[in-house]
């Protein structure tokens, strides 16, 4: 038996193309020992919600720097919770003003990052939610 | 119910937990395998391999439309990409080419990480195209990790195995991809809209030429007749010339082609006999690699560590050979 890698859908939804933190959060969590699926820019929560059933993630990371986290969270929640994801750990990072980031928890989202945020502190918490 | 009954229901949440499984060795997927080996072997495995960047990605994700659209049949993709032999991580980015086929049920694409495997694979492929094979994919597209070498491991899984190439990865063509050769089924001198697609193409061929005395006699023959014409006449010829065929995957062209030359190839293997031999092939290797691993885990569990440890000293101290040593060892053992 191989130990059970954490694997990690790192994801960019809506139209912006601010990529550059989604691609170093990728490869902070790869070298942390972790595989990481890239589906690039412009995902839609329906998107994001087929391949993380595909890949059997167990982490859906989102980098959203538009302002659209409002309205893309819920909807990949709920259609998680339509293909039986639930258990699926939800990480977000970007643009995200304090008021909603409170909001987000309440959904259910584990982690919320912004500017400057460490990578140690996302690769401690993504094994931390991960354990259980 | 098991995994295998939900799958062969064709439950998504359950074959992807199995591929899970499958892939980590857990108990759960050996047994599933063993239940659905008698529902395998009706899928059609294309192999796709090439230098990195050639395209890879971007052309699966076309023969996957052509499938889809043209054919209707239900189409499983496995993409490898190396795993970190410094952390074990990965990143796996080959579904960013792959977005056109987001949205259909009729499509399912796993990424896999090579886990410290070389060749192009990983250990668990094979296991995960059964999978798949069983769940009713018609036809089953592995992308290897773009190693630009000889990828032996895809040729023995696939039945037909497609090598593509760009222009522009050097001149020196002929040197980098020695062995190419034997894997190809077909080659695919993708990006065919950028400069110097000639050159690409005439390397290949003169490779061909010399890997194919007989295409060479066909040739002079008759001067007129392409290179790779004897491949249309294969089945007669029983001999199968591995045919070029361009392509621009960003666009869609020469994707038709390419299909049907695929189908000339699925032809000539059941015509040549050759799809029961590669099959005989890839399923002893497979029984071979099993027993290989049983031999050795009921060898860990019946040999002492210490009695190891002690011929492997007298292995360095040069007092025995390790040939001696593994007849020692094994005497009436492993019963
Ligand atoms: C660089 C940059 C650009 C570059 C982007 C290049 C690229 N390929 O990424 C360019 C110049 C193209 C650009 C364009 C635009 N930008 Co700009 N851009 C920035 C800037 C200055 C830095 C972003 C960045 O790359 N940071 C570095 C990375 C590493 O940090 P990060 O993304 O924040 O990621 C960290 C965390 O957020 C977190 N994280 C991020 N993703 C994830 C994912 C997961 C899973 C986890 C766990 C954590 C995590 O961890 C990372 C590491 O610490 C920000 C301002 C800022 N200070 O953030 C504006 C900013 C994001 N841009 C902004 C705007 C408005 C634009 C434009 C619309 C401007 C315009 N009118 O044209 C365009 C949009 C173009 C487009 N196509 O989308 C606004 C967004 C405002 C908002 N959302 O309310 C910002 C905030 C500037 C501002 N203050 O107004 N931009
Ligand atoms: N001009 C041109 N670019 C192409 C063509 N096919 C692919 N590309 C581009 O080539 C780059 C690599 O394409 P991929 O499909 O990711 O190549 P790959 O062989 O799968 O790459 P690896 O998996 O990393 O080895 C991308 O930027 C593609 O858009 C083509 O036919 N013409
Ligand atoms: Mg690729």
Not at chain 1, 48 to 64: F, N, P, R
Not at chain 2, 178 to 187: K, N, Q, S
Request: proline share 4%.
């Amino acid at each position: 038996m191989t130990e059970k890698k954490i694997r990690v859908l790192v994801a960019k939804p809506g139209l912006d193309g601010h990529d550059r933190g989604a691609k170093v959060v990728a490869r902070a969590l790869r070298d942390a020992g972790m595989e990481v699926i890239y589906t690039g820019l412009r995902q839609t929560p329906e998107m994001i919600a087929e391949a993380a059933l595909q890949e059997d993630v167990d982490v859906v990371g989102l980098s959203i720097l538009s302002g659209a986290h409002m309205a893309l969270t819920p909807r990949l929640l709920e259609l998680l919770k339509i293909n039986g994801q639930s258990h699926v750990k939800i990480f977000i990072g970007g643009i995200i003003p304090d008021e909603d980031l409170h909001r987000l928890k309440e959904m259910g989202v584990t982690g919320v990052y912004g500017p400057g945020a460490s990578t140690e502190d996302i690769i401690r918490d993504v094994r931390l939610a991960v354990a259980g | 119910m098991t995994y295998s009954q939900a799958v062969l229901n064709g439950d998504r949440l359950a074959l992807t937990r199995l591929l899970t499984q499958v892939e980590n060795d857990m108990p759960d997927g050996r047994a599933a395998l063993i239940e659905l080996f008698p529902h395998t072997g009706k899928a059609h495995l294309i192999g796709v391999t090439g230098s990195p960047g050639t395209g890879k990605s971007s052309l699966v994700n076309q023969l996957a439309l052509y499938y889809r659209k043209t054919e209707n049949k239900r189409v499983a993709i496995v993409a490898v990409d190396p795993s970190s032999p410094f952390t074990g991580g990965a990143v796996l980015g080959d579904r960013v080419r792959m977005r056109d086929l987001a949205g259909d049920t009729g499509v399912f694409i796993r990424s896999m990480a090579t886990r410290g495997s070389l060749g192009g694979l990983a250990q668990s492929t094979a296991n995960m195209v059964q999978v798949f094979d069983a769940a009713g994919f018609d036809v089953i597209i592995i992308e290897t990790v773009g190693a630009g070498q000889s990828e032996v491991d895809v040729a023995r899984l696939a039945h037909t195995t497609l090598v593509v190439e760009a222009p522009g990865l050097g001149d020196d063509i002929q040197a980098i991809k020695a062995g190419i050769l034997e894997i190809a089924d077909i080659l695919v001198v993708n990006k065919a809209d950028r400069p110097g697609v000639e050159n690409t193409e005439k390397a290949l061929k003169s490779m061909l030429e010399l890997a194919h005395p007989a295409a060479r006699i066909f040739q002079h023959h008759g001067s007129s007749m392409r290179i790779a014409a004897p491949a249309q006449e294969s089945s007669s010829k029983l001999t199968w010339i591995p045919p070029i065929q361009r392509t621009v995957s960003t666009e869609g062209k020469g994707i038709v082609e390419l299909t049907q030359a695929i189908a000339r190839h699925v032809a000539h293997l059941t015509q040549s006999g050759d799809w029961a031999v590669r099959e005989r092939a890839r399923l002893e290797v497979e029984l071979d690699a099993l027993i290989r691993e049983e031999l050795v885990s009921r060898f860990r569990r019946d040999v002492p560590q210490k009695q190891y440890e002690n011929m492997l000293e007298k292995i360095i101290q040069r007092e025995m050979s390790p040939g001696e040593a593994v007849k020692l060892l094994m005497n009436g053992r492993l019963k």
